[in-house]
């Protein structure tokens, strides 16, 4: 799943500053919100995050309001992890009955970072409300294996990089050279010693 990058080419997404060396990938990146307002604007509607060009993202809040207008609604959605993102979804006219997600309701957004009047927003493609609580831990440690996996970064407790490169490749739903238990060789080595 996420070892399939393919880039786009098409709307403008290629052509992009030097410094940005990794094509977007037409993947769903899980992200939290501040490394969405954190990510580098490369051009109107490129966003790079640790020189990734990112296409469409998925990130899991809370709904902290919502304000319906003609053409599109628009959601503050609220992670914990930084200041609420402002996400907008437009709308069909024809769409009159249409629902909308409630404040306190927890929503997976899925769309793309853009910048609208100056203020990052996301561009809703997908806003489902979440049933099971359990998403919320699944999301967070999807967050996690993912930009492990495309950045290339181990971490210690204290966010302190302890190896500088990781294999970017995956084989059986699992990082190469680890074990099924997530463990390196030696660490698994260790583990049957005893």
Known sequence: MWNQAASQSSGGVSSHKASISKKATLQILPCTV????????????????CDWEVNQVSVLGVIRGFS?????????????TGPPLNVKQ???REECARTFASPGTYVKVTGSLRNFSGQRSLLAVNIRCIKDLNEITSHMLEVVQAHMQLFGKIFDVNMNTIVSSLPRSYAGGRLKGTS???????????????
Not at 34 to 49: G, H, K
């Open 34 to 49: 501040s490394q969405l307002l954190s990510a580098s604007q490369v051009s109107s509607d490129t966003f790079a995050i």
């Open 90 to 92: 437009w709308i069909d």
């Open 68 to 80: 319906p207008c003609r053409t599109n609604i628009q959601y503050c959605v609220d992670d914990m």
């Open 180 to 194: 099924p238990n997530g463990l390196t060789t030696i660490q698994d080595q260790k583990l049957h010693l005893e």
